[in-house]
């Protein structure tokens, strides 16, 4: 099949051919290769979150809280892209919950704002990431 039509994507200004994507798409399918997200069957141990935070936290490099983001992604079950753009307006500190914006329903292609509570570690990690900052961004 040729390909002729290129589409300029928004997000990095390269020339993209989507029929690509969606022949690949239709390729494996077709061949019974489930392109899908699973949904987890387990769970890291603490041994094994151990272990990750000892190695980031012997990194002298690191400047970015990743030890921290990864303690609470742990407790919050959040994904990575709804960590990283918590913003401190969106934390009601008395509610311990914080609004996540754009938040993707995992079934569907709908985004929508959605409360979600700071449950166990999370609302103290939070607390201490905010710094008694009262806007911008909980995690650099």
Known sequence: MLY???VTSAAKNIDVN???ATDARRNLTAR???TRSHERTRIPTQA???AILAHIEA???QTIPADTIIRFAAVSAMRLGEICCIRIED???NEKSVIIRERQDPR???RNDQTVPLVDDAYDIARVAAQGRSENRLFP
């Open 4 to 6: 002729t039509e290129m």
């Open 18 to 20: 989507t029929e690509l």
């Open 32 to 34: 019974r290769i489930d």
């Open 48 to 50: 094994e979150l151990d």
């Open 59 to 61: 990194n002298d490099r």
């Open 91 to 93: 934390i009601s500190w």
């Open 108 to 110: 569907r292609k709908l």
